[in-house]
């Protein structure tokens, strides 16, 4: 990522070298997501984050080699690991629980992450500040695993939160069925009794929702929220996850929301909803969730070890980031990208 508001370029880097606490990850696999289109488009000074730096934010690979004092007990060379993505001081109180996407020193740290602000993983080597920022792998092929520590993680934090409202009966509607989409619903299917319901505007994305676990599927559209309310017996969805976050998604999104539901947008699309009186369902909360927690992090992995999450990946060449990024744009990326930088 060169200059604000135009595309990333491939470049030539020197590997670098691990400095004291720090980890040097061989990348196996760098996910593309959907935020690094808002990232590119974004006018400078939206974000505080200082050019050049590498993309990819979802990365998993290798350990490569260790900086002075950060080998530990627990972690080796060629140990399979997830690059855990939100970066803080690692010091704060919601650092000290894992809750780095909330570290109350992000304003002065200025970069939110590898790939956010710093060095990320679209690339064959990647430098992580810490083993701490690390999750082991275990068995998991890191080739394909990159998008758990964001387009699984992101709905994994998002569902949780909601998880109470979620008692057989209810319905959650995932809004979106891109990436995230497609791991929240297999998210809600293992962890819920809810029924799901996954709506979008295109056809071969609900097909693959399908795929992955919704009951039902409903082509966005005026008439989208009805039918949820008609498929949830006239109630209205206990959860509905926007994972686009425009006007007309968040509108249907109030629109199909139940009384004491939770309307959550992880969609970085800039809507607005408005939370006024006959607008939101009596005691909805709305709420904007960031990504998810490393404790969060290591039990997505669990899930996925355990067989009940299994994104939809495809892999590309680095060289052709360019090409995906711009598929992606496009719309015509089924479930997560990733790039691949060993030829
Ligand atoms: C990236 C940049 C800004 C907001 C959110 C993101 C995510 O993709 C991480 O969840
Ligand atoms: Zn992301
Ligand atoms: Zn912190």
Redesign the pocket.
């Known amino acids: 990522m060169v200059h604000w508001q135009a595309p990333p370029e491939l470049t030539d880097m020197p590997v670098p070298e691990p400095g004291p606490g720090e980890v040097l990850i061989k990348v196996a696999g760098a996910g593309v997501?959907h935020?690094d289109l808002?990232?590119m488009e974004w006018p400078e000074g939206t974000l505080p984050y200082a050019l050049p730096f590498t993309l990819g934010?979802e990365t998993a690979g290798w350990v490569h080699s260790f900086g002075p004092g950060a080998r530990g007990a627990g972690l080796n060379e060629g140990d399979a690991v997830l690059v855990y993505?939100p970066w803080g001081c690692g010091l704060c109180p919601p650092c000290s629980r894992g809750a780095e996407n909330y570290c109350r020193h992000a304003a002065e740290i200025g970069a939110?992450g590898g790939g956010?602000g710093r060095d990320g993983g679209m690339s064959e080597y990647m430098l992580v500040p810490s083993p701490r920022l690390l999750v082991p792998l275990g068995d998991l092929d890191p080739h394909t695993a990159a998008p758990l520590t964001?387009a699984a993680l992101?709905p994994y934090h998002a569902i949780k939160r909601s998880l109470h409202r979620l008692v057989p009966g209810t319905t959650a509607v995932v809004i979106g069925a891109g990436g995230l989409g497609q791991a929240a619903v297999q998210l809600l299917k293992a962890l819920s009794p809810a029924e799901v319901v996954a709506v979008d505007l295109d056809t071969a994305k609900l097909d693959l929702a399908a795929e992955s676990g919704a009951d039902h599927c409903v082509l966005a559209g005026d008439d989208a929220a009805d039918r949820v309310r008609r498929l949830s017996g006239g109630l209205g969805a206990a959860l509905v996850l926007d994972c686009v976050g425009a006007d007309v998604t968040m509108a249907t999104a109030a629109a199909a929301a139940s009384v004491e539901s939770d309307i959550t947008v992880v969609g970085?699309a800039g809507g607005t909803l408005p939370v006024r009186f006959g607008a939101v369902p009596w005691e909805a909360s709305v709420s904007m969730p960031?990504?998810g927690t490393r404790p969060e992090l290591a039990e997505v992995i669990a899930l996925a070890a355990a067989g009940k999450l299994h994104l939809p990946v495809k892999t590309y060449p680095l060289k052709e980031a360019g090409q995906v990024y711009g598929m992606l744009q496009e719309g015509k990326v089924p479930g997560r990208a990733v790039l691949l930088p060993q030829p």
Request: overall charge negative; proline content about 0%.
């Open positions: 997501c935020s808002h990232v934010h993505g939110a956010l964001d992101t970085l960031y990504w």
